[in-house]
T-cell receptor, first 110, second 117 residues
Framework: QKEVEQNSGPLSVPEGAIASLNCTYSDRGSQSFFWYRQYSGKSPELIMFIYSNGDKEDGRFTAQLNKASQYVSLLIRDSQPSDSATYLCAVMDSNYQLIWGAGTKLIIKP | DTAVSQTPKYLVTQMGNDKSIKCEQNLGHDTMYWYKQDSKKFLKIMFSYNNKELIINETVPNRFSPKSPDKAHLNLHINSLELGDSAVYFC????????????????FGPGTRLLVL
């Protein structure tokens, strides 16, 4: 069964520091990779997607993809209390199905 | 101008009842989805529809049935509700599947919080 693994956390990071969120996937033929943010009681919202090896930056967020290691990460620079949320990794597999991780809860401490 | 909307937002009902949740998207997307998110926050896909055809049907009980009157709507009907059906149900949509990048981005509705007593 195809899987997407994330550490459930909570991951606690001081305000202003870099938060690093990690995700591994089992299907080597996976096509696209997504990071969603979900605040408590709210719906998931897209932060970034990436489909090429390397880094992709958008403001304070950087997604990193390493297909050889089947690993995708999300870095949040200058973490703010408003970044406290659950971060969901989603992977489009070789059958074009979106497989979701269980999410990592991130807490930014003021 | 809400992109993906769901009604109702909250639904409290008794075991054994039949209920429906409605979803509408005004993004012009081709594919719509239903997800269940349980108390552990794990998102599980239930159904997706592309141009009124069911393209994913995960192993959910047949008490759950999706109905799509047109491309902009995907409703979820649940018969004989059980305690374990209590969860948050999210509707989502995407431009289409099968292309890398933004076309596969899914946009979520606000969720329907179902509580079965």
């Amino acid at each position: 069964q195809k899987e997407v693994e994330q550490n459930s956390g909570p991951l606690s990071v001081p305000e202003g520091a870099i938060a690093s969120l990690n995700c591994t996937y089992s299907d080597r033929g996976s096509q696209s990779f997504f990071w969603y943010r979900q605040y408590s009681g709210k719906s998931p919202e897209l932060i970034m997607f990436i489909y090429s090896n390397g880094d992709k930056e958008d403001g304070r967020f950087t997604a990193q993809l390493n297909k050889a290691s089947q690993y995708v990460s999300l870095l949040i620079r200058d973490s703010q209390p408003s970044d406290s949320a659950t971060y969901l990794c989603a992977v489009m597999d070789s059958n074009y199905q979106l497989i979701w991780g269980a999410g990592t809860k991130l807490i930014i401490k003021p | 101008d809400t992109a993906v909307s769901q009604t109702p937002k909250y639904l409290v009902t008794q075991m054994g009842n039949d209920k429906s949740i409605k979803c509408e998207q005004n993004l012009g997307h081709d594919t719509m989805y239903w997800y269940k998110q349980d108390s552990k926050k794990f998102l599980k896909i239930m159904f997706s529809y592309n141009n009124k055809e069911l393209i994913i049907n995960e192993t959910v009980p047949n008490r759950f049935s999706p109905k799509s009157p047109d491309k902009a709507h995907l409703n979820l009907h649940i018969n004989s509700l059980e305690l374990g059906d209590s969860a948050v149900y999210f509707c989502a949509s995407s431009q289409e599947t099968g292309l890398a990048g933004r076309w596969e981005t899914q946009y979520f509705g606000p969720g329907t919080r179902l509580l079965v007593l």
